[in-house]
């Protein structure tokens, strides 16, 4: 089993930056591709940026805004979301993705509003 924790999700104004952090526990060791997810209101969940076997990919609507990271020593993964825009509001969520199985992992999610 694999734990997945997000915060820092809020509100703020286009333009402004928000940090989302995910928290991993459990059989982490086992997992080989994390990310964020988000899903707007009533719009299907979508891939927001990934770690994918060595890789990291983004969606294009979010290329040279945000960047995912992660520090493995604190068992914490990253998204910096700059230079926010209103279609970015959505509730993100933290993903994890386990071969041996497979089994897929969810965070519970957390708010990300944009106000024009």
């Known amino acids: 089993q694999v734990q997945l924790v997000e915060s820092g999700g809020g509100l703020v104004q286009a333009g402004g930056s928000l940090r989302l952090s995910c928290v991993y526990s459990?059989?982490?060791?086992?997992?080989?591709?994390m990310g964020w997810y988000r899903r707007a209101p009533g719009k299907q969940r979508e891939l927001v940026a990934i770690f994918n076997i060595g890789s990291i990919n983004y969606a294009d609507s979010v290329k040279g805004r945000f960047t995912i990271s992660r520090d493995n020593a604190k068992n914490t993964m990253i998204l910096q979301m700059n230079s926010l825009k209103p279609e970015d509001t959505a509730v993100y969520y933290c993903?994890?993705?386990?071969?041996?199985?497979?089994?897929?992992?969810w965070g519970q999610g957390t708010q990300v509003t944009v106000s024009s």
């Open positions: 459990g059989n982490i060791f086992s997992i080989n591709v």
């Open positions: 993903y994890a993705y386990q071969p041996m199985g497979p089994k897929t992992y």
